[in-house]
């Protein structure tokens, strides 16, 4: 068996259980235990590593160690660190599922990743068992309280030590121009996101055995996954782990779990400032926010009405805290995209069009690299069976982000727009390409393209262009809604909710080039302007979870 080292995630949370045994690690508040149907409360580091402990040893006797990787579909719960934490000292990496994942997307997971278990909700394992069977794999499963089933395969990395550079786990990130890519993270990935947050410092200075951090986000996204959790773990503070964000019950759950630090989406302060100003507005404990993305015209008014700051930051999943920048310092440039300035551990370089380094106020793309001899250090290992993608990201020994942004008179970074054919809808990354892989097997469809159209709530909206098979006249309304409403349920049942048009245009061609490709330029400006015409069906009302 493979001997394990103190550089692992579960090593750490161990260490913190030592320190603070009755600290509680985890509270699920009442709203979240009656979504997930088990039992409100705090769950404490002592009693979770005890149950970490036991749970390593039946992974152990299944068979299941350094090499494996098992996906968790478990959402929020308190049984995803339970399992996440009693692989990892195996040096098993986990593979968090989106429970909104639907059949195309599982089927490629199960089949890229090649997981050897899925520890999932009863109710998803007749999805995960037709996915395996799609991908032509054999693949285990069980849910959270069953004895593990006898791993298919020994541990392919049996003699090897566990340790720092590991995988921990694999997060799927959206690709720009197809499948999404899996971001292979070692031990060191986490471990540095949490000693980078637990020491930047200033507005968002962490007190150890004292923060009580909520996040609504999900731990399959590196923010709630790397970042909370790690600054949690490595500070003895609680991590109150919402099952989504709820507007309208958003501030009660503040209270309720008596939150220190919040993490937000840009959409989340722009549903809550829609509520009508109330005395209790400054009634809670919160110091600050930590997010990306507000409304830079909200911004100011939210933190003069609720009493905080929003201090917006910059990564990537591939980048970890390896190259994160943050506005956790004054001046801040509240109300203009900033996003901070760079420090010392980070180099970054901003390239024009031209090929030469931007001039101030010059939008150009943002590369980074870590300061120092590994300018890798905290990254992302590599994009798992892709190591031409890794290369082309690292060309010339930067990483590439894809981001256009522009740096001000006083050194400070400011955010443009995404260079990437990345729809960006409530903080999700959704792939144009994916889903028109999806659109164009629908019978009707001829052919599909799909881009960003501008969403007041949402910062942008998925809008498909599609030819039909069988042209359908624009004056025919109910023929076209009702086709339209197809094409989305199609979506549905196919691919996450977020990912399904909100808008269906019925053209009778697509703007391609002259090899046949879609002329992504010429469709974005077309997005900007066709809802409301009478051949686009508005169908961001059919976009709902499914059960």
């Given at each position: 068996m493979a001997q394990a080292s103190t550089d692992t995630v579960a090593a750490a949370f161990a260490a913190s259980a030592e320190r603070w045994p009755r600290h509680p690690f985890i509270a699920v508040l009442r709203e979240t235990a009656g979504a997930y149907g088990i039992e409100p409360g705090e769950r404490h580091y002592g009693e979770l590593q005890q149950r970490i402990v036991e749970l390593r040893a039946t992974y152990a006797r299944a068979g299941y160690g350094h090499g494996h990787r098992v996906g968790l579909l478990l959402e929020n719960r308190p049984a995803f660190f339970l399992h996440w934490f009693a692989l990892n000292g195996?040096?098993?990496?986990?593979?968090?599922?989106?429970?909104?994942?639907?059949?195309?997307?599982?089927?490629?997971?199960?089949?890229?990743?090649?997981?050897?278990?899925?520890?999932?909700?009863?109710?998803?394992?007749?999805?995960?068992?037709?996915?395996?069977?799609?991908?032509?794999?054999?693949?285990?499963?069980?849910?959270?309280?069953?004895?593990?089933?006898?791993?298919?395969?020994?541990?392919?990395?049996?003699?090897?030590?566990?340790?720092?550079?590991?995988?921990?786990?694999?997060?799927?990130?959206?690709?720009?121009?197809?499948?999404?890519?899996?971001?292979?993270?070692?031990?060191?990935?986490?471990?540095?996101?949490?000693?980078?947050?637990?020491?930047?410092?200033?507005?968002?200075?962490?007190?150890?055995?004292?923060?009580?951090?909520?996040?609504?986000?999900?731990?399959?996204?590196?923010?709630?996954?790397?970042?909370?959790?790690?600054?949690?773990?490595?500070?003895?503070?609680?991590?109150?782990?919402?099952?989504?964000?709820?507007?309208?019950?958003?501030?009660?759950?503040?209270?309720?779990?008596?939150?220190?630090?919040?993490?937000?989406l840009g959409v989340m302060p722009s549903m809550l400032m829609k509520a009508p100003p109330a005395p209790e507005d400054r009634e809670h404990g919160v110091r600050f926010g930590f997010g990306a993305g507000v409304d830079r015209a909200l911004h100011a008014p939210f933190e003069a009405r609720f009493g905080f700051p929003l201090l917006e930051g910059w990564a990537m999943t591939e980048t970890g805290a390896g190259a994160v920048i943050f506005t956790h310092h004054e001046p801040r440039a509240v109300g203009t995209n900033c996003f901070g300035r760079e420090g010392t551990e980070v180099e970054v370089k901003l390239v024009a069009d031209h090929g030469s380094h931007a001039s101030v106020d010059e939008p150009g793309e943002l590369w980074v690299r870590h300061a120092g001899a590994d300018p890798r250090f905290g990254f992302f290992a590599g994009y798992l069976k892709d190591e031409a993608a890794t290369a082309e990201a690292w060309a010339g020994g930067w990483f590439h982000t894809g981001d256009i942004v522009r740096r001000d008179g006083e050194s400070l970074l400011h955010f443009i727009d995404r260079r990437k054919n990345v729809i960006r809808r409530s903080g999700e990354n959704i792939s144009a390409v994916e889903v028109e892989s999806v659109l164009n097997q629908h019978p009707a469809v001829k052919a599909s393209a799909v881009a960003a159209t501008p969403d007041a709530l949402r910062g942008d909206e998925v809008l498909a262009c599609i030819v039909p098979h069988e042209p359908v006249a624009a004056s025919a309304q109910e023929t076209l809604a009702a086709l339209a409403a197809d094409l989305v349920q199609w979506a549905l049942a196919r691919l996450a909710y977020y990912k399904a048009p909100g808008y269906v245009a019925f053209v009778e061609a697509l703007p391609l080039t002259a090899s046949n490709k879609i002329q992504r330029g010429e469709l974005k400006a077309l997005a900007q302007v066709l809802p409301g015409q009478a051949h686009c069906v508005d169908t961001r009302a059919l976009k709902k979870r499914q059960g």
């Open positions: 195996l040096g098993v990496s986990v593979v968090p599922i989106n429970a909104d994942l639907r059949a195309a997307e599982l089927e490629y997971l199960v089949g890229h990743s090649e997981i050897a278990l899925a520890v999932a909700l009863p109710p998803r394992h007749a999805d995960l068992r037709a996915a395996a069977q799609a991908a032509g794999r054999s693949l285990a499963l069980m849910s959270d309280g069953e004895m593990p089933p006898a791993a298919p395969f020994a541990p392919p990395l049996l003699h090897q030590v566990i340790g720092a550079l590991t995988e921990c786990a694999l997060l799927y990130t959206s690709g720009t121009t197809g499948r999404p890519k899996g971001c292979i993270l070692p031990n060191r990935y986490y471990l540095h996101a949490g000693h980078w947050y637990t020491t930047v410092g200033g507005m968002a200075t962490l007190r150890p055995g004292a923060e009580r951090m909520l996040t609504p986000l999900p731990l399959v996204h590196m923010n709630a996954k790397a970042y909370s959790v790690m600054a949690m773990v490595l500070t003895g503070g609680c991590l109150i782990v919402l099952d989504r964000f709820h507007p309208a019950t958003w501030w009660q759950s503040v209270r309720e779990s008596r939150a220190s630090v919040v993490h937000y």
